[in-house]
């Protein structure tokens, strides 16, 4: 389901806050100490932090899994230990990196840290069994991004994946040689997305009353109109 940014609500779309670090130091005599230290830095913060268990529940409480966009993700992720998902806002993005890493690799799920365009390096993933979700949803990577996440993809420990988050723009500038990772979202029918969002919701009506046709013309109520 590709929509507009209007259609944010009707589909997960939340992120973690974006941590940030900042390095100031003094070198007087240097033997290869610091250095080594700002990359191992780098690498720590790259590593990201585990998403709490019960807050990926939370997120994927009213998510709403297309089928056909699920095999697709398994069958990629199957072959490569790296996925790109692409589409437009609200189209359920960060969501689906959950709920597909989630039955891959269970609750080690990070999210890796970085400054906004600041390069990155399949490298600095080290944990095995491990879930990564990496969001350029508001990046535009260098050309010859996507080639380099296929050349690199065996440099992930065994039994992990990393799912990246791309618009489908951004993708379509960076992502040539590597169309065999990259999966565009078609999301399910709005629909389905609604009816689960009122399933959780503190009606009082049922709310079958409200999505089911019209007695006096036959036809579905008409539940959303796009601006």
């Given at each position: 389901?590709?929509?507009?940014?209007?259609?944010?609500?009707?589909?997960?779309?939340?992120?973690?806050?974006?941590?940030?670090?900042?390095?100031?130091?003094?070198?007087?005599?240097?033997r290869g100490t610091v250095i080594g230290t700002l990359i191992e830095q780098g690498f720590r913060r790259l590593?990201?932090?585990?998403?709490?268990?019960?807050?990926?529940?939370?997120?994927?409480?009213?998510?709403?899994?297309?089928?056909?966009?699920?095999?697709?993700?398994?069958?990629?992720?199957?072959?490569?230990?790296?996925?790109v998902l692409t589409g437009a806002d609200g189209s359920g993005r960060f969501s689906t990196a959950l709920d597909?890493?989630?039955?891959?690799?269970?609750?080690?799920?990070?999210?890796?840290?970085?400054?906004?365009?600041?390069?990155?390096?399949?490298?600095?993933?080290?944990?095995?069994?491990?879930?990564?979700?990496?969001?350029?949803?508001?990046?535009?990577?260098?050309?010859?991004?996507?080639?380099?996440?296929?050349?690199?993809?065996?440099?992930?420990?065994?039994?992990?994946?990393?799912?990246?988050?791309?618009?489908?723009?951004?993708?379509?500038?960076?992502?040539?040689?590597?169309?065999?990772?990259?999966?565009?979202?078609?999301?399910?029918?709005?629909?389905?997305?609604?009816?689960?969002?009122?399933?959780?919701?503190?009606?009082?009506?049922?709310?079958?009353?409200?999505?089911?046709?019209?007695?006096?013309?036959?036809?579905?109520?008409?539940f959303c109109r796009r601006k």
């Amino acid at each position: 389901m590709d929509g507009g940014s209007e259609d944010t609500d009707l589909h997960d779309e939340i992120t973690e806050p974006t941590w940030t670090g900042q390095v100031s130091q003094r070198i007087g005599t240097n033997r290869g100490t610091v250095i080594g230290t700002l990359i191992e830095q780098g690498f720590r913060r790259l590593r990201g932090v585990t998403l709490p268990p019960a807050e990926v529940a939370a997120q994927l409480k009213t998510y709403v899994r297309h089928e056909d966009d699920d095999q697709a993700i398994h069958k990629i992720l199957d072959q490569w230990p790296v996925v790109v998902l692409t589409g437009a806002d609200g189209s359920g993005r960060f969501s689906t990196a959950l709920d597909v890493l989630r039955r891959r690799v269970g609750e080690n799920i990070r999210q890796v840290r970085r400054e906004p365009d600041e390069a990155f390096h399949t490298a600095g993933l080290q944990e095995t069994k491990t879930g990564w979700i990496l969001d350029l949803r508001a990046e535009q990577p260098p050309a010859g991004f996507g080639r380099e996440l296929v050349e690199d993809a065996d440099r992930l420990p065994e039994g992990s994946c990393l799912v990246v988050l791309m618009s489908t723009t951004a993708w379509a500038k960076c992502g040539q040689g590597a169309t065999e990772i990259a999966r565009p979202l078609e999301g399910p029918p709005r629909k389905d997305i609604l009816r689960k969002q009122l399933k959780h919701a503190p009606f009082a009506i049922k709310i079958d009353k409200w999505l089911a046709p019209s007695p006096s013309v036959g036809a579905s109520t008409p539940f959303c109109r796009r601006k």
